[in-house]
Every structure is written in C-alpha cells, then in structure tokens.
C-alpha cells in the first residue's frame, strides 16, 4: 500500500522558479520509480521527470535543463522547476510505481495533484 500527495503548487510569474513535493506514505520501500506528469485540459498528458530506485532520472525534452527531479528520506521526492514559462501552466501530478515481494502485489498509485500557473 501505496499513497501520494502533492504539494507546492501556485501561481508564479515567467522566469520564476517553484519546487513541488510529492510525499509518499505507506509501504515506501516497495517503490521502484517516481514520476512527475502534467496535464492540461485538451491535451495528453505528458511525463516531465522520473527517478528511480538507483537515482536515476531522466526529463521531458521541453524541461531539460530547467528542471531538477531528487528524493529525500526515501519518501520525499522533489521537481525543481527553475525559469519558468507560461506554457508549464498544468495540473502536475506525482506517480509511482510499486513491487511488494511480501504479500506480494504491484501496481501504480496517483497522487491528486497540485496546480501550476505561470503567467506571462
């Protein structure tokens, strides 16, 4: 068992910066990857940020280099989102994945998702 919540959102004028938490709760050790996706109305959904279990992470071509994605006390995990432009505007949502040997189980959780605005 799995939970997200996401937290961090605003609004923010183009070229500033906000950093957005995704906070896990539950069995945390059973995580494999981390993600962040956004979404805005009319559009697919899009997959800006992931880290895995090893550190790895990896960035949407439209944020590379102005995002930053890093985990904290294993169920903390962070998108630093620097020099922001209007078309970031989306609701931002944070996703994982997760493999439970013990009971066992998998499957992937959503969190409920934080809004970000950025006006020009």
């Not at 981390?34 to 990896?58: C, F, H, M």
């Not at 590379?64 to 505007?89: C, H, W, Y």
Request: contains cysteine; aromatic residues 8%.
């Amino acid at each position: 068992q799995v939970q997200l919540v996401e937290s961090g959102g605003g609004l923010v004028h183009a070229g500033e910066s906000l950093t957005l938490t995704c906070a896990a709760s539950g069995s945390i050790s059973t995580i494999n990857t981390v993600d962040w996706y956004r979404q805005t109305p009319g559009k697919e959904r899009e997959l800006v940020a992931s880290i895995n279990r090893g550190g790895s992470t990896r960035f949407a071509d439209s944020v590379k280099g102005r995002f930053a994605i890093s985990r904290e006390n294993a169920g903390m995990v962070f998108l630093q989102m620097n020099r922001l432009r209007p078309e970031d505007t989306a609701m931002y949502y944070c996703s994982a994945d997760y493999t439970n040997v013990v009971i066992p189980e998998v499957g992937r959780v959503w969190g409920q998702g934080t809004q970000v605005t950025v006006s020009s």
